[in-house]
């Protein structure tokens, strides 16, 4: 007589949702980390709404982001304060991070753009990057604006990020392969390892 054997239990979704509102904005963010690339997002910024449909499509994360912010001054809070709210939403998601990868790296390209993408899910906010825009502004969107998005994200989700622009002479391409790139890192680096379901990825046992 044979029995049956016991599948695996289940893991448990990985999912957020992050209220944030200041005198500047009011901004909801859904997700969920073991998504099919879904996207609803309106933060009232055309070029920004495009870059973060590329995080949710190549990083397989189901993202609803909803902003309104002092557009009639600039962009910079809003952009700044969703990165903040992305970023809360994936520490709060990944947990403990036992099991993950902890580790994320891609190479992007477009065209005549290249950027690579090194995450590193340290438990330490830290971001370094290296993106010679060609142009000051894409649209009307400042290119400036696109490290504060990442420097909100880094400093709430307490990951180490690297970001090159190696290559690229048209602005737009630039963007686009950055966050491509970032989208497919997050996604590697939150990877669920079978073989080290449990553990810390960490010899210090935290993370």
Do not use: C, W
């Not at 910079?76 to 790296?105: C, L, N, S």
């Not at 142009?135 to 090159?164: C, K, M, P, W, Y």
């Amino acid at each position: 007589m044979t029995t049956a054997s016991s599948s695996p239990a289940p893991l448990p979704p990985r999912v957020a949702e992050v209220h944030r509102q200041t005198a500047e904005t009011r901004i909801t963010v859904r997700l969920n980390l073991d998504g099919a690339g879904r996207a609803e997002i309106a933060t009232g910024i055309g070029f920004f709404d495009h870059m973060l449909e590329q995080i949710a499509r190549h990083g397989m994360i189901d993202l609803h982001a909803q902003a309104q912010g002092d557009l009639h001054v600039d962009a910079h809070h809003t952009v700044e304060d969703v990165g903040i709210a992305i970023g809360q939403a994936v520490r709060q998601a990944a947990g403990d991070k036992k099991g993950i990868t902890r580790y994320g790296h891609a190479y992007v390209p477009l065209d005549e753009a290249l950027s690579r993408v090194v995450i590193d899910f340290s438990g330490r906010p830290g971001l370094i990057d290296s993106v010679a825009f060609t142009s000051g502004a894409i649209g009307t969107f400042d290119t400036q604006l696109l490290r504060e998005f990442f420097q909100g994200f880094v400093n709430h989700a307490f990951v180490t990020l690297h970001i090159d622009n190696l290559k690229g002479g048209n602005a737009h391409h630039q963007a686009e392969t950055v966050f491509k790139a970032f989208g497919r890192a997050l996604r590697m680096a939150l990877e669920r390892d079978p073989r080290a379901a449990g553990q810390i990825p960490s010899t210090k046992g935290t993370l």
